[in-house]
């Protein structure tokens, strides 16, 4: 009897090993997981408020975010209207979500009629 047990169970687990073996599974990849929700949400909340708060700092008046972008991970493009709302005077900033600072900046002068200001590197209202 105890051949017999032998033989089923060498039978048994030759078939489930060949199972095995036979079964195509998916191709797995060394990429990178993408940043969960989650990351991404806190990444932008802090983008938004470290960037609004070097804005007031620098003396601008925000009065709404009008874009925020992640240009790539850790950059965001954050663009903030300026007070008084409605004006066309925008705010573009840099940020560099590692170095947790913004990097750069430049006013727009009145957009809603198409025209822009000049230039402005991080300096405050009117440099």
């Known amino acids: 009897m105890a051949p017999l047990r032998s033989v089923v169970a060498l039978v048994s687990f030759s078939t489930l090993l060949g199972l095995g073996c036979a079964v195509r599974t998916p191709e797995r990849r060394m990429v990178p997981d993408t940043p969960s929700t989650v990351q991404q949400e806190v990444g932008y909340d802090d983008a938004i408020r470290l960037s609004r708060d070097y804005a007031v700092t620098q003396g601008y008046e925000v009065s709404e975010v009008a874009e925020a972008t992640q240009v ?40 809603a009629t198409g025209g822009s200001g000049p230039g402005d590197t991080g300096g405050g209202p009117g440099r």
């Open 72 to 111: 790539r991970p850790n950059y965001w493009r954050i663009r903030f209207g300026l007070a008084p709302r409605g004006s066309g005077r925008l705010l573009d900033l840099s940020f560099d979500a590692e170095q947790r600072r913004v990097v750069g900046a430049t006013e727009l002068g009145d957009t």
